[in-house]
């Protein structure tokens, strides 16, 4: 049904939205039709509820110019939207439903390199002095808790400057970056620093929302990696900083309590000290626990 042209009655605003959803009606894809259709809804929803005035909309529309305008190969302000509006977590809680006991998902970020380079079982991550040792170590499971051998384990950070390497061009390139593999028993371990809060790229028109609403720009310290095994399906998650601060108020929403861990203090004589490793550390127990990448029947 289309909305009413003529006949002397007056438009009302469920006529225009029915106009411009049924528009999309003679759409072939199927999917692209859905969508389309959706976003018309959902947008003439949302001005109806607010009341959206046209200097309301005309700034939205200036926003997202300027969202445009800044993007560039380095920076993306439109992730970071998505990422501050809670939509890259929700979109992937939707791709990625995880049974009980298996490794969660969390957002990939913008700092992830591929490539980084293979390092040996304990390696260290670090090219300079980053902040205080932290010994990773778990395992990696199957769902059943069996090892999953050869494992891949892609490791990025941040240093206690708060930057990833991506961040610093007079950075060595893989510095506080690495892939590992586990060993037979699906062991794996390596030598990271901890990590510390840092901050979005908040100079730009998503900052000055954050700061109009009375956000933050904080995300919790966290250690990322990606998962990957032959026959598994991959997760790309985070190992978040049990006592870090802003993990109730993550600015991307990334947070999950199942990925929280403990940085345990470790003394400078303590018989497990990594080689290499001076003063204070830390060590973390983590294992991840893939899913069977099979085919739904
Ligand atoms: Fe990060």
């Not at 809680?93 to 490794?103: I, S």
């Not at 060595?172 to 390596?190: C, I, K, M, N, P």
């Not at 900052?207 to 609403?213: C, E, W």
């Amino acid at each position: 049904m289309s909305a009413s042209v003529g006949g002397g009655g007056r438009t009302t605003p469920e006529q225009l939205t029915a106009a411009a959803v049924a528009s999309f009606d003679g759409c072939a894809d199927e999917r692209l039709r859905t969508l389309l259709q959706g976003l018309t809804r959902h947008l003439h929803a949302l001005a109806v509820e607010v009341g959206l005035t046209q200097d309301e909309w005309s700034q939205a529309i200036r926003i997202l110019t300027e969202t445009g305008h800044i993007t560039d190969e380095r920076r993306q302000e439109f992730i970071l939207w998505s990422d501050t509006l809670g939509i890259s977590m929700l979109v992937d809680a939707l791709a990625h439903p995880a049974p009980p006991g298996a490794t969660e998902s969390t957002v990939l970020g913008p700092f992830y390199v591929p490539g980084a380079p293979l390092r040996e079982y304990g390696a260290d991550l670090a090219a300079e002095p980053a902040g205080d040792p932290a010994w990773i170590h778990g395992r990696v499971l199957d769902l059943a808790g069996r090892p999953i051998a050869d494992a891949e384990i892609d490791v990025w950070q941040n240093g206690d400057d708060r930057l990833y390497a991506v961040q610093r061009p007079e950075a060595a390139e893989d510095h506080l970056r690495g892939r590992f593999r586990t060993r037979a028993d699906g062991s794996y371990a390596f030598l990271a620093v901890r990590p510390v809060p840092y901050t979005i790229p908040d100079d730009g028109p998503v900052g000055r929302m954050l700061v109009a609403a009375g956000r933050h720009p904080w995300r919790p310290a966290h250690i990322h990696m990606i998962v990957r095994a032959p026959g598994y399906r991959t997760v790309a998650t985070h190992i978040f900083d049990a006592d870090s601060a802003y993990l109730g108020s993550d600015a991307v929403f990334a947070v999950k309590p199942s990925l929280l861990r403990e940085f345990v203090r470790r003394s400078a004589d303590d018989p497990e000290r990594p080689t290499g490793v001076e003063g204070e550390w830390y060590s973390v127990e983590s294992d991840f626990v893939l899913v069977d990448d099979v085919e739904p029947a």
